[in-house]
């Protein structure tokens, strides 16, 4: 093991050069900004994601802007004040109420008071799916009924039909965790994956279903081939990007979870080495508190893993064996 673990560690950034939640070259200089209380430059990068119909990045950059604002106040209200009826401020307010009313004990009663809140972000950009995404977790977070669900569920796919976000958000609604079960978890995950186009990150959906599953505290009833199907999946989507590169960075670290739980050591170690430094809290915050801190103890784990199955005089095994 001593003797395979350094040649093992080719192509793995040190611990110290490994990044959580890193923003990428657009979103980086307006949390910069925001940071000094400037809020123009996330409403540019806001509004061009609007514009240009980039659902999937306005997504992603309205949680972190949202998360941003929780912390540090003074860009988002000089926003407000300067612009209320701002549809890209309407949405990371909407976003913001909910991420605020998940983590109180009062979530229920909370979130009911922010449907009008969504409703306006939704009528600001009648095009926009991001919106209905935020509906979708607050209708998990009100426990609405599987009927109230589907007609949120209908509005979503009606403007963005593979929109990964809100497949995301209906898959949690439908998980054990919540209203559903696991084989609805996973039914729904491989009709999606089926219908995706090449490359889309709905092809990832299975091994979020399967992350659920297995992090479950009783798993049972999923047989082992389901799991390993949605890993491959994941695996084959990875591929289709470069190495380092930061926008498949949660995929790629949720199917790293995905193949440890299943003991793949082999291939968890190739998507190590595709992901480069970019760890993301998604999903090792849903195992420990200090989500990077998981992660390298992990990636350490998966070095000594695989370097324990080879023979002393052998190489690396080969990628993607299992």
Known sequence: MIRHTGVLAAGLP????????????????????????????????????????????????????????????????AWQDASPHDPDLLLVKAELAVDRAFGSPARAELLREVGPLIVAAAE?????????????????????????????????????????????????YLSAAWYGSHAECFD????????????SLLHALPARAAFAYLTARSPQGVPRARLDAAADLAIELSRTYGAADPWPAEVRNLVVCVLIELERWPDALEQLRLLGPYATSFPWDRLAE??????????????????????????????GAH
Do not use: I, M
């Open 124 to 172: 600001a950009e009648p095009g926009d799916p991001v919106p209905w995404r935020v509906a979708l977790d607050h209708a998990r977070g009100t426990n609405a009924p599987h009927t109230d669900f589907e007609d949120v569920w209908a509005q979503a796919v009606r403007r963005s039909p593979h929109h990964y976000g809100c497949h995301v958000a209906a898959l949690r």
């Open 290 to 319: 200090d989500p990077l801190d998981r992660f390298l103890e992990l990636r350490d784990g998966v070095r000594l893993e695989v370097a324990a199955t080879l023979p002393l005089r052998g190489g690396p095994a080969r990628p």
């Open 14 to 77: 040190p611990d110290e050069e490994v990044l959580l939640d890193a923003p990428d070259e657009r979103l980086a200089p307006a949390l910069v900004a925001a940071g000094g209380g400037e809020y123009g430059p996330a409403a540019k990068v806001l509004a061009h994601t609007r514009e240009a119909a980039e659902w999937e990045n306005r997504d992603r950059y309205v949680r972190r802007l949202a998360a941003f604002a929780a912390s540090r106040t003074e860009w988002f209200d």
């Open 188 to 199: 729904f995950a491989e009709r999606a994956a089926q219908d995706a186009l090449p490359g």
